[in-house]
């Protein structure tokens, strides 16, 4: 097979994207206010589709931090005193606020993190629904029934919010992501500092901007700056009561481990290297369209993306020929290049580096690039769709997150095989099983050690539905009831009535 040439990136009107006055205060959020005044020290947002710098934000320290911790602390008696009702028709109007300017939010989106704008619209559509749901859902709670469970001592079961939760937020979906953990914070009557990634801080910053006027002042903090200052005071904060994190295992690690000193609570969705395990019987022209999306979504800087292919050896040459076909039809370009741009660049210079020294080390471990494999020439950090074929069982590519638009191809025979290699990794957030037979789609997931096992779809999500991993992926819920078990406590009160 030959490799197809590399595609061309489109140009567009980056500069034209968002307007200088639909940018948000690039300062912190804290107790109900943007700082104001020069900060003492700022970072550069760089725009990944062409290098140049987009704009300077605040970095701030551990001194920030606290006074966010101490505003949210004050905050929170009087935020966990309104009933379910009350918070759930703030977090509606939250929701209808960000529909009402989703157009400034999803071209925002686009220019900081050079999504393609169907992309950045998904985000933003999936955030009006998530804090739509999570209202809607904070009004069900069920518990276990009151009644006597000993003789003459009434029990009931109260569920009651954590307290003060830190959030730290990823570079790939800040604005989703953010909301994926404000919703449930908030909405279980929690209150909350959040650090976006100082990469990607300005969808954040906007969503603070536009909710300044419903939420109480405290309610909702947003700190700028790096992990190591602010996210490490986060996690060993004794005014802290839990720390959310989505983002990298080794961040997980760190996070937990400081969280461990005052043995908070700890939320961590990390990293996944997801398996598609495609069997003989599978409808291969649907497996590699549903590959076309799941696999380079997000330039695949997607923590669920279909990266990694377990394909039976009788169908193998004709799967990856479909995958091929499908995956050289992908528009690449800037986000103001056009509604039908479909992969972007990747996030940073250092990203950009480390996944062509991915598909380097993969091709020297033997694997061969179908189509894509390299840089694509021009300003901006963008990245070829590529397909790896050959890739050897117990290699990095076989086994690490290229975080990147790289889809590895195995070959298996044995049934059994498939299952023990797609569960052969450190991480368990997500997998998909392709086959026509039914009693193998009922039986392969149940082996499978991933938190969502998808059948003849891969990277499907709903509100409805708990998202989350197993293994080095973390622990903890997000979207779903589940979420707002995650980010709530439960309080057993015993009445001894006897007379």
């Known amino acids: 097979m030959t490799t197809a040439a590399l595609p061309e990136i489109r140009r567009g009107d980056q500069a034209g994207l968002v307007k200088s006055e639909e940018f948000p205060p690039l300062n912190h959020f804290i107790d109900g206010a943007f700082a104001t005044g020069e900060p003492a020290a700022t970072s550069a947002v760089i725009d990944p589709a062409n290098g140049s710098e987009l704009v300077r934000v605040a970095r701030g320290d551990a001194e920030e931090v606290d006074r966010a911790i101490a505003a949210a602390k004050q905050a929170l008696p009087a935020w966990r005193a309104l009933t379910p009702k009350e918070r759930a028709e703030l977090l509606n109007k939250i929701a209808d606020r960000i529909e009402q300017h989703a157009d400034v939010l999803i071209r925002l989106e686009a220019l900081n993190c050079g999504k393609p704008l169907e992309v950045a619209e998904d985000d933003v559509v999936s955030a009006v629904d998530t804090f739509r749901f999570t209202a809607g859902a904070s009004r069900a709670f069920t518990e276990l029934g009151a009644a006597d469970y000993v003789e003459d001592h009434t029990s009931l079961i109260l569920r009651e919010p954590v307290g003060v939760v830190g959030a730290i937020v990823p570079w790939n979906y800040p604005l989703?992501?953010?909301v994926w953990k404000l919703a449930p914070i908030l909405a279980a009557g929690n209150t909350v500092v959040i650090k976006p990634s100082e990469q990607t801080p300005l969808t954040t910053?906007?969503?603070?901007?536009?909710?300044?006027d419903l939420l109480p002042a405290g309610v909702l903090n947003v700190v700028l700056g790096k992990g190591s200052a602010v996210g490490a005071r986060l996690s060993d904060s004794p005014d802290v009561d839990l720390v959310a994190l989505t983002g990298s295992v080794r961040a997980g690690r760190e996070v937990a481990s400081a969280a461990g000193q005052t043995v908070k609570r700890v939320h961590l969705e990390l990293g996944g290297k997801a398996p598609v395990i495609?069997?003989?019987?599978?409808?291969?022209?649907?497996?590699?369209?549903?590959?076309?999306?799941?696999?380079?979504?997000?330039?695949?800087?997607?923590?669920?993306?279909?990266?990694?292919?377990?394909?039976?050896?009788s169908v193998a040459e004709r799967f990856v020929e479909l995958l091929v076909e499908q995956v050289s039809t992908l528009v690449v370009g800037e986000p103001g290049a056009g509604a039908d741009v479909e992969l972007g660049p990747l996030i940073s210079e250092s990203h950009f580096e480390n996944v062509l020294g991915f598909i380097e080390r993969a091709k020297a471990e033997g694997a061969t690039a179908a189509i894509g494999g390299d840089r694509i020439e021009g300003d901006g950090y963008f990245v070829a769709p590529t397909v790896l074929t050959g890739v050897v069982e117990g290699t990095e590519a076989a086994r690490e997150e290229a975080f990147g638009p790289v889809v590895t191809v195995e070959t298996f025979t044995e049934e059994e095989d498939a299952i023990r290699r797609a569960n052969d990794v450190e991480y368990g957030l997500a997998a998909s099983v392709w086959t026509r037979d039914s009693?193998?789609?009922?039986?392969?997931?149940?082996?499978?050690?991933?938190?969502?096992?998808w059948v003849n779809s891969h990277l499907v999500l709903a509100n409805e539905v708990p998202w989350g991993g197993f293994k080095g992926s973390g622990y903890g819920r997000d979207l779903s009831i589940y979420a707002l078990n995650d980010?709530?406590?439960t309080k057993h009160v015993q009445i001894n009535h006897a007379r």
């Open 176 to 178: 989703l992501m953010g």
């Open 487 to 489: 980010f709530s406590r």
């Open 278 to 313: 495609i069997f003989d019987d599978a409808d291969l022209a649907a497996a590699a369209e549903g590959l076309r999306a799941a696999g380079y979504w997000n330039s695949g800087q997607e923590c669920g993306a279909g990266t990694r292919v377990l394909v039976h050896e």
């Open 205 to 212: 910053l906007k969503l603070a901007e536009l909710v300044q």
């Open 439 to 453: 009693a193998r789609s009922l039986s392969v997931p149940r082996q499978l050690d991933f938190g969502t096992v």
